[in-house]
């Protein structure tokens, strides 16, 4: 998962950082904040900005309608509110907010992503913490680095329509502009290889011109 933060708090970055449990990417002008909106692509964004224009601006940039987009200000009117809302914001905060409440919405948005180990069905679980797919008796499947990535990030986002190849590049590496598209073909054709090995089943569709998306 990837998150752009726009003058977040530092302690909050840190510990989203630390965490591992988003790429970040930081930045504090506007106009760096817009570039980076329309280049990549982003499960969240986190901005701290009290000018509703300028709020406005980074929610209009991108077309990515899966982005979540949280502000955080010290001008939350009801017609700040309401604007940020209507332009696409998930949810308007006040700047004093708790970071452990904080981190309990951001949580909310991304379940999954924030569970040390969750399940895809009866077949297997994936251990965020130390990047390992293992079936339900514990056998590990051999998914690792990239591969356990990109699985994790599909069974993830399972319920949305297919994931691009160019969004799991922009979204699982620190640099994806110097990573080849094919890389990601690399990756699930191992995937693919594993699973019908262990399950007998294919999990992984390719949805023609648009990506991949997991099958029950």
């Given at each position: 998962m990837r998150?752009?933060?726009?003058n977040a708090d530092?302690?909050i ?7 591992n449990?988003y790429?970040t990417?930081k930045t504090?002008?506007l106009d760096d904040?817009l570039?980076?909106?329309e280049?990549r692509?982003y499960?969240l ?9 300028n ?7 991108t077309?990515?309608?899966?982005t ?10 009801k017609k700040?509110e ?5 332009h ?13 409440l904080?981190m ?8 999954d992503?924030?569970?040390?180990v969750f ?5 297997f679980?994936i251990d965020?913490?130390y990047k390992e797919?293992?079936?339900t008796?514990?056998n ?5 680095g990239?591969?356990?990535?990109i699985?994790s990030y599909?069974v ?10 160019e969004e ?5 590496w620190?640099e ?5 598209q ?11 290889t594993k699973?019908?090995?262990r ?12 990506g ?5």
């Open positions: 998150l752009l933060t726009y530092t302690n970055v840190e510990k989203l950082e630390s965490d449990l790429i990417d504090i002008e904040a570039y980076h909106l280049v692509f499960n964004v986190l901005i701290y900005e009290d000018d509703l224009n709020c406005i601006d980074l929610l209009n940039v077309e990515n309608k899966d979540a987009f949280i502000i955080i200000s010290e001008n939350v009117t700040f309401i604007s940020c809302l209507k696409g914001a998930l949810f308007v905060l006040q700047r004093d907010i708790y970071d452990d904080l309990a919405k951001l949580e909310s948005i991304h379940r992503n924030f569970s040390k399940s895809y069905k009866d077949y679980m965020n913490e797919i293992l079936d008796s514990n590990e499947l051999n998914i690792k990239k591969a356990c990535d699985l599909l993830q986002n399972r319920y949305r329509q297919p994931i691009s190849k799991m590049l922009y979204t699982l620190e994806p502009e110097l990573i080849c094919n890389a990601i073909e690399v990756n699930i054709n191992q995937i693919r699973l019908k090995k399950f007998g089943i294919s999990m992984i569709d390719t949805i023609r011109n648009r991949y998306k997991i099958v029950d």
